[in-house]
């Protein structure tokens, strides 16, 4: 892939108007149909107001302390909460002011996420903390039919209107004829009835508490990967409700803690926060053979390359990619930094 290119330029009336941001209502949250989820505890949208023809503001609360995604040291929200966060408010902009009936099927074809600022991610250290997404939606002229491409672009506000995320989603809106025809071509296979197989790490060395939270078991000696996805179908926030293939979310998760992993293979890195992420995917995580994972520490970027995220911390940057029957179904670009909350550890 490509190395991470510089976010894109939002134009300014994105940014939310104190006035436009006051009307958001931040004390429930939506429908969780809206956003695909089973669970209300993992709906993190509270309001919408559109404010032109392809433009929203979103309202949304982050948890103090996700049960899986847990904020980091001093309350730093974690990047799979910005990037789910997201996601739904993708899902909810199409669903509620588009009309896309809600058993339509959304597929994200490649994802780019990016922290831009890290100081307001910090609110969480004192309790749930509101933000304000502002979220654009390209759809191409005059294309309508069973697949329909679309792009969205999300700034996060945190602090009134202080931008410290984007997030752009490249995918397709499909007719529910089409998805069925794709997953017959795909000889789509049963879940596993299995045991998930026992974790390959310890949860602390990619920054979670529990072992069920782990989804990575060692790979297979005769394998091509360091790593096997670790499918646990009855996991609440990787599995919130039925699929028939592998969902986004436990491959950037994998992807997120094979990184930290490639990375501490160098050198340790206080904190390691991901600041930055290129993902392509490029055909469905199946059940029923194993997926295999891999990442390996790149050269940094030249200086003066990427300079867009605050806060200090040298950047160290991670090949990843997964691999099914032969075929790599998904590849990134992350970028990691330290944690600036940490102080240096002596030599």
């Known amino acids: 892939m490509d190395t991470l290119a510089p976010a894109r330029q939002i134009a300014a009336d994105t940014v939310p108007a104190p006035r436009a941001a006051a009307q958001l209502d ?11 989820k089973s669970a209300v505890s993992e709906v993190f949208l509270t309001d919408s107001e559109r404010v032109s023809s392809d433009r929203f503001l979103i309202a949304a609360q982050w948890p103090r302390d996700h049960a899986v995604f847990q904020s980091g040291p001093g309350g730093l929200t974690d990047a799979m909460v910005i990037v ?23 597929l994200v074809r490649s994802m780019e996420f990016r ?35 679309v792009l969205t672009r999300t700034v996060v506000y945190a602090d009134g209107a202080r931008p410290c995320a984007t997030v752009s989603m490249h995918g397709e809106i499909l007719d529910r004829r089409i998805y069925q025809r794709l997953g017959r071509s795909r000889g789509r296979s049963a879940p596993p009835d299995h045991c998930p197989p026992p974790i390959a790490v310890r949860p602390a060395a990619v920054g979670r508490r529990r072992a069920a939270d782990i989804v990575l078991a060692a790979g297979r000696p005769e394998g091509h990967g360091r790593w096997r996805l670790r499918i646990d179908q009855s996991h609440p926030t990787f599995f919130d409700h039925g699929s028939d293939h592998v969902q986004a979310v436990l491959m950037l998760e994998a992807l997120k803690q094979c990184g930290l ?18 993902v392509g995917f490029h055909a ?22 990427d300079r867009a995220v605050a806060g200090l911390g040298a950047e160290r940057l991670v090949n ?3 691999v099914q029957d032969g075929q790599v179904i998904t590849d990134a670009d992350l970028v990691f930094r330290a944690d600036w909350r940490k102080a240096p550890e002596e030599s």
């Open 261 to 278: 992993l490639a990375v501490a293979d160098r050198a340790p890195l206080a904190g390691g926060v991901l600041s930055a992420m290129r």
């Open 115 to 149: 922290i831009t600022d890290l100081d307001p991610l910090g609110g969480c250290a004192a309790g749930p903390q509101e933000v304000t997404l502002g979220t654009d939606i390209e759809l191409p002229s005059g294309v309508r039919g069973l697949r329909m491409p």
């Open 320 to 322: 990843a990619q997964a």
């Open 84 to 106: 789910e966060t997201a996601r739904q408010a993708s899902i909810l902009v199409f669903h509620e002011y588009y009309g896309v009936p809600l058993d339509v099927p959304f």
């Open 26 to 36: 931040y004390h429930r949250t939506v429908s969780r149909k809206l956003v695909h």
């Open 284 to 305: 469905y995580g199946e059940f029923g053979s194993d997926i295999e994972l891999d990442a390996r520490e790149a050269e940094p970027p030249r200086a003066g390359a």
